[in-house]
């Protein structure tokens, strides 16, 4: 099983905001993170907050998406 974390809520905006300018849209965020149905949606729980836990595969997803270095994205997160 992937290691979950729960990320900073103030970085998880940052991060979120960053990833989503670079791909154009939640949606197709949602597609390159691996959401199949409603990408969107799944998206904007983990952006919101309302899903508090990531796992690292999409961590690392969203650090070559953004260009932050997965090292200073887990330095804003919590393992739970």
Same mark, same amino acid.
């Given at each position: 099983m992937d290691r979950r974390y729960r @990320?900073?809520?103030d970085f998880r905006e940052k991060l979120f905001r960053i990833a989503t300018e670079k791909e154009g849209s939640d949606a197709q965020l949602g +597609?390159? @993170?691996g959401y199949q149905s409603?990408?969107?949606r799944r998206l904007r729980e983990l952006r919101?907050?309302?899903t508090k836990t990531i796992d690292h595969a999409k961590l690392e997803r969203l650090s070559e998406i953004t260009g932050i270095?997965? +090292?200073d994205i887990l330095e804003h997160c919590e393992e739970v």
């Open positions: @990320l900073n809520p +597609k390159r @993170l409603a990408p969107g919101d907050g309302n270095p997965i +090292k």
